[in-house]
């Protein structure tokens, strides 16, 4: 097999990948649906709260507060988005681990690269763009289900504010903005670099160590204060388990391929 990488070959196994892991893939997508519709049910939830209050005593306007509700809402369902969007990508090579799908791989007529490219745009641009469609179905499911919770103030659909906070993240405005920016991108690509080193190394328990990890690293974010320098580490170990989970899997049959059960 000629390791020079082929588009031809490349879209080949892409559309393979796609197809092979459509099962996988739809339950990403339902749970991404229940989750960001919990998640704004209880934002909602909360801005009813304290509507009654905040209308009445304090005079504040009405639709400021519920656009606040909404932008809080998408700014969970945006955090909520790239944490699924990390543990998704824990998936993406976990069913190498069994013996049966490592021989289908090796069996593919495509190089190394264009193999492990194929699994990276499945579980990253692909998975993203459905967590997108996904974000819109929660948001209409949360909006038809909202009057049985309460009929005193209704919240139209958080789409367009879910856009600015994409919007957000990748357009600055001043040197504060581009430095959180920096410290939030830094932090997804570290996660995502573990994500797709998990899956190759440990398997289908990837997602569980990147969750403990991910914890970890909110509590030590809490109890110390933020140094730009972490952004830099951070920066560093996304290129070196990218890279060290590009070596595992250009490996990973000498050491696992008969080790395994199906």
Partial sequence: MNNQFSFCRFWHVLVWTLVYH?????????????????????????????????VSLMHE?????????LRGAASSCATVG????CIGAAFAFYQLHHRNESRRWLMLPASNMEKFVARWVVYVP????????AFML?????????PVFSEEVSFPTAIPKFFCVMKYLVVWTNPFHLEKIT???????????????????????????VTVVFFAVIGLFIQINYQGGIVTVFYLLAVVLAIVAYWLFCRFPKYKLFHNKD
């Fill in 22 to 54: 459509w099962r996988q893939l739809l339950t990403l997508f339902s749970v991404a649906v229940i989750a960001f519709a919990t998640f704004e049910m209880f934002a909602c939830i909360q801005a009813r709260n304290d509507y009654a209050y905040k």
């Fill in 61 to 69: 306007n009405e639709t400021v507060l519920i656009n606040s509700a």
């Fill in 82 to 85: 790239a944490v699924l969007l």
């Fill in 126 to 133: 692909v998975l993203f763009v459905i967590y997108v469609v």
């Fill in 138 to 146: 929660g948001d209409l499911l949360r909006m038809a289900v909202w």
């Fill in 183 to 209: 410290l939030m991108w830094g932090l997804f690509w570290f996660f995502h670099a573990l994500s797709l080193f998990s899956s190759v190394w440990i398997g289908r328990w990837a997602w569980l160590f």
